[in-house]
């Protein structure tokens, strides 16, 4: 019989309903699984559309992520549901930016597309709008130009939040590794931004 001891209770009310919801979809229930969907898609197309910035690749890896994860949920050993449905979006995010490269078109053709990002409160004036327009699409345009994999690590440190130990886990490299990613990544896109940095200044 399988040994479910690593799944424990938790005193975080969100990772205890996600337990709970695992536990019933381990059991066979679509409709547990479903609720975890519910709870986290919006929340992996935020991260993934970051990585992944043609939105309609996005939201095919965020859809592969979840198909993953409903065939491969006896794997998942006990702790954060979020933390390992993150790690699965972030794998499939990976292997769409493999699968880009292989057949390539236009690369980043939604990059002036910055929907994904915090609306400007309405106070702002067009001079400063315009401004943080331009600054997103530069950034953008740099995070493009940077490995996938440093690309990556940044926007789980520099966005997400996550420290250094969760990305290592997430991404399945040493703790060494995730931060020579973010130095070499932020080091990349500083050099990329050389000529635009009057931007990001005051």
């Not at 479910?4 to 919801?21: E, K």
């Not at 919006?42 to 859809?63: G, N």
Request: net charge negative; charged share 30%; hydrophobic share 40%.
């Amino acid at each position: 019989m399988e040994d479910r001891r690593s799944i424990t209770a938790s005193d975080d009310p969100v990772q205890r309903r996600d337990l709970i919801l695992m536990e019933q979809a381990r059991g066979g229930s679509l409709d547990a699984f479903n609720d975890l969907v519910l709870c986290y898609q919006d929340m992996l197309f935020a991260l993934v559309v970051r990585m992944v910035p043609d939105r309609d690749q996005a939201s095919d890896a965020v859809q592969e992520a979840f198909f993953s994860a409903y065939r491969n949920m006896a794997a998942f050993r006990g702790g954060s549901v979020r933390s390992w449905l993150s790690r699965i979006a972030i794998n499939a995010a990976m292997d769409a930016q493999r699968l880009k490269k292989r057949r390539p078109a236009d690369p980043y053709p939604e990059l002036e597309d910055d929907s994904w990002q915090p609306p400007a409160p309405e106070a702002d004036n067009p001079v400063t709008t315009a401004m943080q327009a331009e600054r997103h699409r530069a950034l953008n345009a740099a995070l493009a130009r940077i490995t996938d994999d440093q690309r990556s690590a940044i926007v789980l440190f520099d966005v997400e939040g996550y420290d250094y130990a969760e990305i290592a886990e997430m991404t399945g490299v040493s703790l060494g590794t995730v931060k020579s990613r973010i130095h070499r990544g932020r080091l990349a896109l500083r050099e990329n931004l050389a000529d635009q940095m009057d931007l990001f200044r005051g």
